[in-house]
């Protein structure tokens, strides 16, 4: 298949070039390189099925030839990079998934959209279920990535029910692994990098707020799922186990055998206090759940860490 990877030179977008091109398709990555990095894809550029793109899809742009398959993860997705940058983010996922949509309907393909788990906000259901509506600040601190992104779904259902346009819609929970950007504010990424270094692990509030982290290896292969389903969704993506902040800091120092001290910080405007997906549609309907444990993906994703510091 021809397929197109908008944002693939990110974390997980480069991840996910990397599976599609052992399946021996032919790779469309597009990225402006706002938070992607061209080292995730050095080994793919003489490569005969792929072909990188330098562009930024806020603009229109059009590929000649067919597209049977679109990937839509062309967003910034780490709190710093978001709010450092939060209208190139609510555009991205606004009238960049607008050109998508229109380039998806061209090639008459399918597109997937990655929506997140932030669509959610402040949930006042526990676990997160498909069907919850989400508790979110339209006009807060986050707002450009998470409202922007449940603008995103929104419009690919119009899209659906005005143009009968084949659409998937993925909600993603906290993905890790190797690729992740030391610095970008993500917890694991912190984690790591302050353990390594022999810095205090900084923990935000109570350190008793909740996450679930999902393995990169995992999460490809639930989007490949998705894409090459039938289903519409929203799907929720993610590895249902749920972890204390304090936790998943206590596990990094166990790994990295770091002194690190802890120390605490205040908890962030709007910052979620729990987070935990309900993956049953995804496991019924996709066939797919989860294999890897945090420790083992810990492990993997130290060990890369260790190799570019």
């Known amino acids: 298949m021809r397929i197109i990877v908008a944002g693939g030179a990110g974390f997980i977008g480069s991840h996910l070039c990397d599976f599609l091109i052992q399946r021996e398709d032919f790779v469309i990555c597009v990225d402006n390189f706002g938070t992607g990095h061209i080292a995730h894809i050095n080994h793919l550029l003489k490569n005969k099925n792929f072909k990188l793109i330098r562009h930024d899809i806020t603009i229109p742009f059009k590929i000649l030839g067919p597209i049977d398959r679109i990937y839509h993860l062309a967003s910034r997705a780490s709190p710093i990079d978001y709010q450092n940058f939060p209208v190139e983010t609510a555009l991205s996922n606004s009238i960049g998934t607008y050109n998508l949509l229109n380039l998806a309907q061209e090639k008459r393909c399918p597109l997937l959209f990655t929506s997140t788990s932030e669509a959610y906000g402040e949930p006042k259901e526990h676990p997160q279920k498909e069907t919850y509506w989400g508790n979110v600040n339209p006009v807060g601190l986050r707002s450009c990535y998470d409202e922007s992104k449940r603008f995103g779904e929104a419009l690919l259902m119009a899209y659906k029910r005005q143009y009968d346009a084949d659409v998937k819609i993925v909600r993603i929970f906290n993905t890790y692994g190797p690729r992740l950007r030391p610095g970008d504010g993500r917890v694991i990424s ?120």
């Not at 909740?210 to 929720?236: A, W």
């Not at 990094?252 to 002194?259: E, F, Q, R, V």
């Open 190 to 309: 912190n984690f790591i990098l302050q353990c390594l270094r022999g810095e205090p692990l900084t923990v935000y509030g109570t350190g008793k707020q909740t996450r679930s982290f999902c393995y990169v290896s995992d999460m490809i292969l639930g989007l490949h799922k998705m894409m090459e389903s039938k289903q519409t969704g929203p799907k929720n993506l993610g590895n249902p186990g749920e972890f204390t902040i304090l936790e998943l800091a206590n596990k990094i120092k166990k790994i990295t055998k770091s002194k690190s001290k802890i120390v605490y910080q205040p908890l962030p405007a709007d910052d979620p206090t729990k987070r935990r997906p309900d993956i049953s549609k995804a496991i019924k309907v996709l066939g797919w759940t989860p294999k890897v444990s945090l420790k083992g993906g810990l492990v993997k994703t130290i060990a890369y860490f260790k190799t570019i510091l």
